[in-house]
């Protein structure tokens, strides 16, 4: 094998690593938002406080199931999970998330779908397409 054809080998298979292996982060960061516009949120199911107590010994808080929506050209403003672990499901459309070290597309059905919110997340999101977006959330929240 000649050295120019192992070359565009080894570049080919780094590129097509990053392409599917990884999320695309934007080079460019917008500044978070610091108010929502364009959500809507509807409950689907609540484990109260009581029975989290019962069940976990976790006092003061309760586990939350919704549906957000993000509407075109909405935004979720900045928030942290540092104590409120979520985890995040996309159905329908996409929405750009972006933290401190930039901007990363989810996509309703496709490997980057999803979200763990654990206690070092601190982010915000924008629907920057003209179609709604609309995820699940599942979350333990105080009460």
Not at 10 to 39: C, E, N, S, W, Y
Request: proline fraction near 3%.
């Amino acid at each position: 094998m000649n050295f120019n054809y192992q070359k565009s080998l080894t570049i080919f298979a780094f590129l097509g690593g990053i392409i599917v292996g990884t999320q695309t982060v934007a080079m460019t960061k917008r500044d978070a938002p610091d108010a929502h516009q364009g959500i809507s949120a509807a409950s689907l199911g609540v484990v109260d406080a009581e029975s989290m107590k019962n069940t976990l010994g976790l006092e003061g808080y309760k586990l939350q199931l919704r549906e957000i929506g993000l509407a075109p050209g909405g935004r979720i403003a900045k928030h942290s999970h540092s104590n409120r672990p979520g985890l995040v499901w996309m159905l329908e459309g996409s929405w750009t998330e972006g933290r401190e070290n930039g901007e990363v597309m989810i996509s309703a059905g496709t490997e980057q779908s999803y979200l763990v919110e654990d206690e070092n997340t601190t982010h915000w999101f924008f629907n920057d397409t003209d179609k709604a977006a609309r995820a699940i959330v599942c979350d333990i929240v105080p009460e």
